[in-house]
């Protein structure tokens, strides 16, 4: 399941949780229970998802560093205004 997916699924099931809970007023009664359960479940999902997607992010500025530092010329790049000046050497 996508993020986005996840987060919408998540949202739905804390507002279905908030719902039951004042119809029901027992946060120990088995069908809140389980719809915490549920929603416990999207969470770590969620978090390894972007655990994930931090750790692809990581490893692909890595290798763009490595490229970058080993092309050849050097370039200087600054910023004037809105402006960026790229300067070979």
């Given at each position: 399941?996508?993020?986005?997916?996840?987060?919408?699924?998540?949202?739905?099931?804390?507002?279905?949780?908030?719902?039951?809970?004042?119809?029901?007023?027992?946060?120990?009664?088995?069908?809140?229970?389980?719809?915490?359960?549920?929603?416990?479940?999207l969470i770590i999902q969620l978090q390894r998802l972007r655990k994930e997607e931090a750790e692809y992010?990581?490893?692909?500025?890595?290798?763009?560093?490595?490229?970058?530092?080993?092309?050849?010329?050097?370039?200087?790049?600054?910023?004037?205004?809105?402006?960026?000046?790229?300067?070979?050497?």
């Amino acid at each position: 399941m996508e993020t986005t997916q996840l987060i919408r699924r998540l949202q739905l099931l804390q507002r279905r949780l908030c719902e039951m809970a004042n119809d029901l007023g027992n946060l120990t009664d088995p069908e809140i229970v389980a719809v915490s359960e549920e929603a416990d479940r999207l969470i770590i999902q969620l978090q390894r998802l972007r655990k994930e997607e931090a750790e692809y992010r990581k490893t692909v500025h890595r290798s763009n560093v490595t490229v970058l530092a080993g092309s050849q010329p050097t370039e200087e790049v600054s910023e004037q205004g809105r402006t960026f000046l790229v300067k070979h050497s």
